[in-house]
């Protein structure tokens, strides 16, 4: 549909009130979690560039397994100091977690993120033994929706993944300004598409959406689970009523909420 507006379609922020003011939150909050005397090491290099460096947050115990949190920022924007506080929820469940930057767009194209991602978990899980499980939201939904297809060289050592308001067809982000930095082309759109794809024979996948985020988000987490269920894949689809793009995460911070069970439980 050449007059449909794909920018206000992944427009999240125009449409959440008060929107300005999260970012200086996120920092604040996971500023102060990283203070609050929870075990933490950070910046842990997993490659050679700048940003190739994870935190690793750390139980009070020996660890159940490792889980890892990839951000999102639509593959442009923020890091790992920014979420530090959504460990929790895995952290006080007894899971170590892993926290992975990543180079940012237009300097890295999404295929080499899904490569330095993939490369991240390799070295965290070296670090620590146990199962493996993997969420990442928006952006970095796509990309642990990514370590679970057929191609990930890392897919069968991954327990389960959660995608929270994931980007399973990147598609239509090439009629979006944000293109301009992306650099999506019709090859590589398809070859990163999770939707496009096939799953590992071993996946199992949670795609999570909120209620109230913008409807193409919601089609994209349906739209994946149709594709990937289609293939056999054990995969569902969870519509968080009330929850829109960005709150939609809080109940990482709690252990016991629905999402870090999903995550962790």
Same mark, same amino acid.
């Given at each position: 549909?050449?007059?449909?507006?794909?920018?206000?379609?992944?427009?999240?922020?125009?449409?959440?009130?008060?929107?300005?003011?999260?970012?200086? &939150?996120?920092?604040?909050?996971?500023?102060?979690?990283?203070?609050?005397?929870?075990?933490?090491?950070?910046?842990? %290099?997993?490659?050679?560039?700048?940003?190739?460096?994870?935190?690793? *947050?750390?139980?009070?115990?020996? @660890?159940?397994?490792?889980? #890892?949190?990839?951000?999102?920022?639509?593959?442009?924007?923020?890091? +790992?100091?920014?979420?530090?506080?959504?460990?929790?929820?895995?952290?006080? &469940?007894?899971?170590?977690?892993?926290? @992975?930057?990543?180079?940012?767009?237009?300097?890295?194209?999404?295929?080499? *993120?899904?490569?330095? *991602?993939? %490369?991240?978990?390799?070295?965290?899980? $070296?670090?620590?033994?146990?199962? *493996?499980? !993997?969420?990442?939201?928006?952006?970095?939904?796509?990309? #642990?929706?990514?370590?679970?297809?057929?191609?990930?060289?890392?897919?069968?050592?991954?327990?389960? /993944?959660?995608? !929270?308001?994931?980007?399973?067809?990147?598609?239509?982000?090439?009629?979006? +300004?944000?293109?301009?930095?992306?650099?999506?082309?019709?090859?590589?759109?398809?070859?990163?598409? @999770?939707?496009?794809?096939?799953?590992?024979?071993?996946?199992?996948?949670? /795609?999570?959406?909120?209620?109230?985020? &913008?409807?193409?988000?919601?089609?994209?987490?349906?739209?994946?689970? &149709?594709?990937?269920?289609?293939?056999?894949?054990?995969?569902?689809?969870?519509?968080?009523?009330?929850?829109?793009?960005? $709150?939609?995460?809080?109940?990482? +911070?709690?252990?016991? $909420?629905?999402?870090?069970?999903?995550?962790?439980?």
């Amino acid at each position: 549909m050449t007059d449909f507006d794909w920018d206000d379609a992944f427009a999240n922020s125009a449409y959440i009130p008060g929107s300005e003011t999260f970012p200086d &939150r996120w920092t604040s909050e996971a500023a102060a979690y990283r203070d609050s005397g929870i075990q933490i090491e950070q910046d842990i %290099a997993y490659g050679a560039a700048p940003r190739e460096v994870f935190d690793l *947050i750390l139980p009070d115990g020996a @660890p159940q397994g490792l889980a #890892v949190f990839v951000h999102g920022g639509y593959w442009m924007q923020t890091d +790992k100091s920014m979420w530090t506080a959504y460990a929790e929820g895995a952290r006080a &469940r007894g899971w170590a977690v892993c926290l @992975p930057s990543y180079t940012l767009a237009p300097e890295a194209r999404i295929t080499d *993120i899904t490569e330095q *991602i993939t %490369a991240a978990i390799t070295h965290a899980a $070296s670090l620590v033994s146990g199962p *493996i499980r !993997i969420a990442g939201h928006s952006a970095g939904g796509h990309l #642990v929706a990514r370590m679970v297809s057929a191609d990930s060289p890392i897919a069968d050592r991954i327990d389960h /993944a959660l995608s !929270i308001s994931g980007v399973h067809d990147l598609r239509p982000l090439m009629q979006t +300004k944000m293109n301009a930095t992306l650099r999506l082309d019709e090859t590589e759109a398809d070859r990163e598409s @999770p939707a496009l794809l096939t799953p590992h024979p071993a996946a199992r996948i949670t /795609a999570w959406v909120g209620g109230n985020e &913008r409807p193409e988000f919601i089609r994209q987490a349906q739209l994946f689970g &149709r594709a990937w269920s289609a293939q056999g894949a054990q995969i569902t689809c969870q519509i968080n009523e009330g929850r829109d793009h960005f $709150s939609v995460i809080e109940g990482l +911070k709690d252990p016991d $909420s629905r999402i870090t069970h999903a995550f962790v439980g």
